[in-house]
């Protein structure tokens, strides 16, 4: 099965690089899916979820305020500003991500009902994860 290699880079760092079967992307107009092959594009993203569905099926979540994606054949790469990933080994790590991930996007929230889908998104990748 064909996968696409996926980075998604902060200025601290990677948050995620590796082989994806599928992303999910918050872009400007709505969100978007991306699988291998996909057309070649470049945008901008607005904040939201990240969904990645790595090879094994399970969806890992990561909260990104803005940012570009770039994509290009199997390589798609995010470029965010900030970004905090929704994972842990346990409910308090779990916690601590969402708390991360709800301040993440608090400051930079310009309108309350986008802030309000974002995080009952961010509460629903963490429910995944239990």
Same mark, same amino acid.
């Given at each position: 099965?064909?996968? %696409?290699? %996926? ?17 999910? %992307? ?20 607005? !904040?939201?979820? $990240?969904?990645?569905?790595?090879? #094994?099926?399970?969806?890992?979540? +990561? ?10 054949? =199997?390589?798609?790469? $995010? ?10 080994? =346990?409910?308090?790590?779990? &916690?601590?991500? +969402?708390?991360? &991930? ?5 400051? +930079? !929230?310009?309108? #309350? ?6 995080? &009952? ?7 995944? %994860?239990?």
């Amino acid at each position: 099965m064909e996968t %696409l290699q %996926l980075e998604v880079l902060t200025p601290s760092g990677p948050i995620y690089n590796g082989p994806a079967k599928s992303v999910t %992307l918050p872009g400007e107009e709505g969100e978007f899916g991306v699988l291998p092959e996909h057309v070649a594009l470049t945008t901008l993203l607005q !904040a939201g979820v $990240v969904d990645i569905q790595k090879e #094994n099926g399970v969806i890992e979540s +990561i909260v990104v305020n803005w940012g570009v994606v770039q994509i290009s054949g =199997n390589n798609v790469v $995010v470029l965010v500003d900030g970004a905090v990933a929704i994972r842990g080994e =346990n409910e308090g790590d779990i &916690a601590r991500s +969402i708390a991360e &991930a709800q301040s993440l996007i608090k400051s +930079i !929230a310009d309108s #309350n009902a986008m802030l309000a889908t974002v995080s &009952a998104r961010i509460e629903s990748a963490a429910h995944n %994860l239990l």
